[in-house]
Structure formats: structure tokens, C-alpha cells
């Protein structure tokens, strides 16, 4: 497994694998790897060059307190990274936000200003910047996310079908561990007892789904479910139906939906999803 730590040892590797005629899949991640990036690992389709990035990037946090705390450790990192087969792991040293081409007037689709949108200020431009930057430098045939970050996965489906239609992206369905809680890097800031309160959060997409199918209004789902979580200690910063397209409200028409929330549990920020 190869290590780069800059820019231009990157460029001329993935130069040489192109000219090698081999194709490329890149895994963007931001470090303290768990079973879920694992998961994202096996999806790079056989026979290609897996490039997993390490990066926690600066642009994306819009709390700088977030940004100190969001866990890292890349020496166990490169060991499962190792571990997986992957074939070159990229972990810039340092802030690289000053390498990143800042267009000018950069115009977010719509759906960018809901749900995490709307409370973390810049928080997708900062995606965008990082994620755009990897693909112009790796120009991948393939690459792997996660949808437990649906709203993310969307700008990254918007910025490959805009300027890179080469690109393949692989969806990756949410990895849940035995109780449902969906794997996140953050969960390892949690007391074993927040942790073990994070199982009402699936449980209650769930529950609310199977009422919606049953007839239910969303309104009066939404209204039971926020207090019941905010009873145990899940503050709720937004919980709503919306469409899996466009993001917009979908009231109570279930079609091409999704249950999406957010909260925080003591001050560790979760997001999870459901369809419909
Ligand atoms: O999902 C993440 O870990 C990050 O947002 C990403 C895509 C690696 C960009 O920093």
C-alpha cells in the first residue's frame, strides 16, 4: 500500500495507473475509519486501484470546537486501510484549503440549503470545494459513498453529472451495527450510555414509517416522535419527510420519500434517514 502525503506525488501515481490502462476508485473519507468506510472499501468494483483519502477538512465544519473534536487517528487508519486491500491512501499533512481552487460565485443546487443545510452554514460549499479538488486531481472511473449522508450524496451526484460525467458514483447503503444505530465516526464521543439512548433514533424512523404507510398523518408523527426523543435525551434539530430528488417537504405524499433527522445527543451531532 502506498502513502502520499502531497499533491504531486498523488498527481504522477495516479498518472502512471491511467497510463498502466488501470481504472480507478476513489473513496474520499475523513479518517477514524469504521466497519461502515469498510463497507464503502468492498464496493469499489473488482480489478480497480482503490484510492481512499484522508482528510478532515476545515471547510466543512461550521464550528471550529467541531472541527477540534471530530476524532482523528491515521496511524489506525493506515492499518486498516492495510487491512482492506486498498492500493494508495492519500492523507494530505496539515490545512490544504489554501490548494483548493476557489471559483468564484459558486452556485449550490436548491436542495443544498435544506435539512443540514439550513443550520450548517457553509457546510456544503466546504464539501463541495474538497470533493471537487479530489476529483479533479483523480478524475476516478468510480467512487464510493455512503447514504447516510444523503443530502451529501446528492451534491456529489450534481457535481459528477455536471463536470465529471466520467465518473461513476456507488451508492452505499447505510451500515447499522446490531442495534440499528448507523455507524458514524462520531459515535466514539459518546458515553456508553448516550450511545446505548442513539437506538431510538433508527426506532423511531422506522416506527414513523410503518405509520405513514399505514395512513398516518406526518404532522401529528412528527409531533410524537420529537418529544418522545427529546424525553430521552435526543435533541432534534430537524426531522422530516422529503423527497429523495428534490429534498422539498413532502407533506403526506409518500412517493420517492424519505424520513430524514438530525439531532444531538449530549453534544455529538447525528444525522440518519429512512426511505419509504
Ligand atoms: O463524508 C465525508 O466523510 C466527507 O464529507 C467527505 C465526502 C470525505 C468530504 O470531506
Known amino acids: 500500500m502506498q502513502i502520499i502525503h502531497n499533491k504531486e506525488s498523488l498527481i504522477n501515481k495516479i498518472r502512471e495507473y491511467k497510463s498502466q490502462g488501470k481504472k480507478i476508485t476513489l473513496i474520499p473519507t475523513m479518517g477514524n475509519l469504521h466497519q461502515g468506510h469498510q463497507v464503502l472499501f468492498s464496493k469499489a468494483p473488482h480489478n480497480t486501484i482503490k484510492v481512499v483519502t484522508i482528510y478532515v477538512n476545515p471547510l466543512q465544519f461550521d464550528s471550529d470546537d ?31 484549503s489554501n490548494d483548493i481552487v476557489i471559483e468564484e460565485n459558486i452556485d449550490l443546487p436548491k436542495f443544498t440549503r435544506y435539512l443540514c443545510g439550513q443550520k450548517r452554514e457553509g457546510h456544503f460549499l466546504g464539501v463541495y470545494k474538497i470533493v471537487k479538488y479530489l476529483f479533479n486531481i483523480v478524475n476516478p472511473d468510480f467512487a464510493c459513498f455512503g447514504k447516510k449522508d444523503f443530502q451529501q450524496l446528492l451534491l456529489i451526484k450534481y457535481i ?38 442513539t437506538i431510538r433514533i433508527y426506532e423511531t424512523l422506522n416506527s414513523i414509517k410503518s405509520e405513514l404507510l399505514k395512513g398516518s398523518s406526518f404532522v401529528k408523527l412528527k409531533e410524537r416522535s420529537v418529544d418522545y426523543l427529546e424525553a430521552n435525551n435526543i435533541h432534534v434539530e430537524y426531522l422530516d419527510l422529503r423527497s429523495l430528488i428534490t429534498l422539498e417537504e413532502a407533506s403526506d405524499k409518500l412517493k420517492s420519500c424519505g424520513i430524514f433527522i438530525a439531532c444531538y445527543v449530549d453534544d455529538v451531532r447525528l444525522i440518519d434517514n429512512i426511505e419509504i
Open 66 to 96: 467541531d472541527y477540534q473534536n471530530y476524532p482523528k487517528g491515521l496511524k489506525t487508519d493506515l492499518e486498516v486501510c492495510m487491512q482492506n486491500n486498498i492500493t494508495l491512501v492519500y492523507a494530505p499533512k496539515g490545512d490544504i
Open 160 to 197: 459528477a453529472n455536471t463536470y465529471f460525467p466520467g465518473i461513476n458514483i456507488i451508492d452505499v447503503d447505510t451500515v447499522r451495527d446490531t442495534n440499528n444505530i448507523a455507524l458514524s465516526s462520531r459515535l466514539t464521543r459518546l458515553s456508553k450510555e448516550s450511545l446505548s439512548s
